[in-house]
């Protein structure tokens, strides 16, 4: 008879599942969400746009209004096409599907968002890494090196980086670009928080995809994520796609609010103010060392950080330690930017907790 050990993969067994944790009743600053809910008009008329969707019915299954509206709202090469994921976990999952041969590689630098890791697992394909500089740069020679001695199938760059917040230089990317093997992937989760935009490089570079997902301005629980990239190579991964990925109620909502786009982007602007003001008076906390961030939230280094972070969680706010995640990241915390409340509060807890 099957058991658990006989049947499941080893690497799957080896595996800890992507953990949530439980926020009720603390200060939510740990997940990159926006604090801040929809203008009351926009919400009421989503709501009477939502209640007369066809749930009774499958959704368009290429999602083209969505994607019309995704073009009108943001500077999608002309000659790129666009694929939609269940946010962009999904599409991370679809590439590595895409190009899971045996013995391929992904390859990703560290440290940087976990999933890239996770799914290389999950399907099969060998993860390499190499490491930033310690002030959480490139290390264009080592990745260079690594794209030379591995031959990777797809290369993963996440730029503002998480939890670092850093943006990479457009000329470390350019040049990554034109040496790697396999498809470099351009993942900007965060680009409504910094200056620098990769959209262009899909329309430019042939081997070059540029991922983005809604989830950070606002929209996290629509859980909509988005590829750019030349048809030839997203004809391909779109095989892979389940059909009806993206549902009724999220293509009828993230429409309507992309012709919004400018409500979104002001509130994208309030946390940044947030952000600037945040990381002033965390750098005036005792013990703190606070890194520049042009995502929405700060990565900042204390003594006793998981301490620290227990601290806050006594003191009724939730964060995320990633103390344990890299040798880079050793005593770091990860702070979302909240309202100005939130932030008060947080830094209250923050100042508090030291002080014992």
């Not at 993969?9 to 740990?30: I, T």
């Amino acid at each position: 008879m099957a058991t658990v050990q006989t049947l499941i993969r080893e690497e799957v067994l080896a595996l800890s599942a992507y953990q949530v944790p439980d926020a009720r009743g603390l200060v939510k600053l740990d997940a990159m969400e926006n604090p801040y809910p929809l203008p009351a008009a926009l919400a009421e008329e989503l709501g009477h746009l939502l209640a007369r969707a066809p749930v009774n019915r499958y959704p368009d299954a290429d999602a083209k209004a969505l994607k019309a509206a995704i073009r009108r709202a943001l500077p999608v090469p002309g000659d790129c096409d666009i694929l939609l994921g269940n946010g962009s976990d999904e599409i991370i999952q679809l590439l590595a599907l895409a190009v899971a041969k045996p013995g391929a590689v992904l390859a990703s630098v560290e440290p940087t968002f976990v999933m890239f890791r996770m799914i290389a697992t999950f399907t099969g394909l060998r993860h390499v890494a190499c490491s930033l500089r310690s002030d959480f740069t490139l290390d264009v020679e080592a990745v260079l090196a690594l794209l030379e001695r591995e031959r990777p199938a797809l290369l993963f760059l996440a730029t503002p980086n998480n939890p670092t917040g850093n943006a990479f230089a457009r000329a470390d990317i350019e040049r990554i670009a034109r040496a790697v093997p396999g498809l470099l992937v351009i993942d900007e989760a965060y680009y409504a928080f910094g200056d620098t935009s990769h959209l262009d490089l899909a329309g430019l570079a042939p081997n070059v995809l540029v991922m983005r997902t809604f989830s950070k301005l606002g929209l996290a629980g629509l859980r909509l994520g988005f590829l750019v990239g030349p048809k030839h190579w997203l004809e391909q991964v779109d095989k892979l796609r389940l059909p009806y990925n993206v549902n009724v109620l999220t293509q009828r909502c993230a429409t309507r609010l992309l012709e919004s786009y400018d409500q979104l982007a002001a509130q994208a602007e309030a946390i940044r103010v947030e952000r600037g003001e945040l990381e002033r008076e965390l750098a005036e906390v005792r013990g703190v060392e606070v890194f520049a961030s042009e995502a929405n939230f700060l990565l900042f280094r204390i003594a006793g950080a998981a301490a620290v972070f227990d601290g806050l969680v006594a003191r009724g706010v939730l964060i995320k330690n990633v103390s344990r995640a890299h040798s880079l990241l050793a005593d770091c915390l990860r702070v979302t930017v909240g309202t100005r409340a939130e932030n008060t509060r947080f830094l209250a807890a923050l100042r508090e907790t030291v002080a014992v």
